[in-house]
């Protein structure tokens, strides 16, 4: 659903109503990807937009907690290397995180910490350089998710958009499958197509939107 803007004068029970009906859209999304994992065993999503600002993030974060409040193990992974917010949001440190795996300075322990949500954890970005993106180029998500696939049921990942930067095209392809946030009245349809087409052509399987 959209939101009422922030700025705007809500009631309490008017919050709740809006609030109420995120969650239940953020679970009828959970039913189809819990479906989805049974059928294909798709475990590793990857979450993205064709640009910034389309609540790829929010909806990572709302799906990572819908399907830990549904009893499954999960793992938040900040892939929006370039502009991380997760750690932000969870209130955690950045490092060490992903960057940091992928340059083999920390050990896997280190990059997980945990939420206040029951099992739900969160892998934060840690600090982006050359060395961590030329890992990510060479299939280092693919070996570090074949490490997390043995302890968790499902990861979520939160990427980059795919349109103005290349990592969300490699990282893509490591993943079971991708969900695709599209925003009403912010995204616009011939910038959705080119996102999608751009997976397409890489043979990327998309949940949906």
């Known amino acids: 659903p959209a939101l009422p803007g922030r700025g705007g004068k809500v009631s309490k029970a008017e919050d709740q109503r809006w609030q109420g009906l995120l969650v239940e859209?953020?679970?009828?999304?959970?039913?189809?990807?819990?479906?989805?994992?049974?059928?294909n065993s798709t475990r590793a999503v990857?979450?993205?937009?064709a640009m910034k600002g389309e609540?790829?993030?929010?909806?990572?974060?709302?799906?990572?907690?819908?399907?830990?409040?549904?009893?499954?193990?999960?793992?938040?992974?900040?892939?929006?290397?370039?502009?991380?917010?997760?750690?932000?949001l969870f209130d955690v440190p950045r490092v060490p995180g992903l960057c940091e795996l992928l340059r083999g300075e920390a050990e896997l322990n280190d990059a997980i910490r945990p939420t206040p949500a029951d099992d739900l954890n969160l892998m934060p970005a840690g600090l982006c350089d050359g060395?961590?993106?030329?890992?990510?180029?060479?299939?280092?998500?693919?070996?570090?998710?074949?490490?997390?696939?043995?302890?968790?049921d499902f990861i979520i990942i939160d990427s980059a958009p795919v349109l103005p930067v290349?990592?969300?095209?490699?990282?893509?392809?490591?993943?079971?499958?991708?969900?695709?946030?599209?925003?009403?009245?912010?995204s616009?349809?011939?910038?959705?197509?080119?996102?999608?087409?751009?997976?397409?052509?890489?043979?990327?399987?998309?949940?949906?939107?």
């Open 25 to 39: 859209s953020i679970d009828a999304t959970r039913t189809m990807l819990l479906h989805a994992a049974r059928v």
């Open 46 to 49: 990857l979450i993205t937009s």
């Open 55 to 88: 609540g790829k993030t929010s909806l990572a974060a709302h799906l990572a907690t819908s399907l830990a409040r549904a009893g499954r193990k999960t793992l938040l992974i900040d892939c929006d290397l370039r502009r991380p917010t997760l750690h932000q």
């Open 131 to 152: 060395l961590a993106l030329q890992a990510i180029a060479q299939d280092g998500v693919r070996d570090i998710l074949a490490g997390l696939k043995k302890r968790y």
């Open 166 to 186: 290349v990592d969300t095209m490699l990282i893509s392809q490591q993943v079971d499958a991708v969900l695709f946030s599209v925003m009403r009245e912010v």
């Open 188 to 209: 616009r349809v011939p910038l959705v197509q080119a996102a999608h087409e751009r997976l397409a052509t890489l043979g990327v399987k998309l949940l949906g939107a």
